[in-house]
């Protein structure tokens, strides 16, 4: 059965850096029909992707423009998991943030939710 | 990006009552369109992808249809258990678009 499942702080300050990790379980990160992907969901902007790393010969990653200058995803091999940084953190990105894998552009798979907050 | 809308933003609804919901988007999408389900509390659950294929497990009074701009998300018979939020998605293009949700709850 495959399963994803995050792990990562739930309190985050002002201007630091949010980093949360999905270990995956029944699967392989470098998956050749996978993408691995986070998003996140927030009372203001809904259910927002922020990006995903997949491995096609080669890794490559893909961001959302709104976040692209602040975030890195990166998939770890030797521990099956990928992770998600988001440097420069405003109170703007509190929210439950998933991991969710992509078999085709629909996400099949979801992790359980982080709920962080940015907060002095 | 693409923009998605979707209507109505809640319903209420008697069980056994025919439950649909559109999703619009902003432009052509063919049928790269999905339908997930998300219950307070928990992560979105896949029910419909490509416009109208029945995700394996997912009951079949859950159906979809659509192609282009213009989607629609049906429930034949409502359940107790069917109280949730629905969200369209979208993935023609990056970035991956979900549309605000429809709450639906019983009458």
């Known amino acids: 059965q495959v399963q994803l499942q995050q792990s990562g702080p739930g309190l985050v300050k002002p201007s630091q850096t949010l980093s949360l990790t999905c270990a995956i379980s029944g699967d392989s990160v470098s998956s050749n029909s996978a993408a691995w992907n986070w998003i996140r969901q927030s009372p203001s902007r809904g259910l927002e992707w922020l990006g995903r790393?997949?491995?096609?010969?080669?890794?490559?990653?893909d961001y959302a423009v709104s976040v692209k200058s602040r975030i890195t995803i990166n998939p770890d091999t030797s521990k099956n998991q990928f992770s998600l940084q988001l440097n420069s953190v405003t109170p703007e990105d509190t929210a439950v943030y998933y991991c969710?894998?992509?078999?085709?552009?629909?996400?099949?798979?979801w992790g359980q939710g982080t709920l962080v907050t940015v907060s002095s | 990006d693409i923009q998605m809308t979707q209507s109505p933003s809640s319903l209420s609804a008697s069980v056994g009552d025919r439950v649909t919901i559109t999703c619009q988007a902003s432009?052509?999408?063919?049928?790269?369109l999905n339908w997930y389900q998300q219950k307070p509390g928990k992560a979105p659950k896949l029910l419909i992808y490509?416009?109208?294929n029945l995700e394996t497990g997912v009951p079949s009074r859950f159906s979809g249809s659509g192609s282009g701009t213009d989607f629609t998300f049906t429930i034949s018979s409502l359940q107790p258990e069917d109280i949730a939020t629905y969200y369209c998605?979208?993935?023609?293009?990056?970035?991956?678009?979900f549309g605000p949700g429809t709450k639906v709850d019983i009458k």
């Open positions: 998605q979208q993935y023609d293009n990056l970035p991956p678009v």
């Open positions: 790393t997949y491995y096609r010969s080669k890794w490559y990653n």
């Open positions: 490509d416009a109208s």
């Open positions: 969710a894998r992509d078999t085709g552009g629909w996400y099949s798979l």
């Open positions: 432009q052509d999408i063919s049928n790269y």
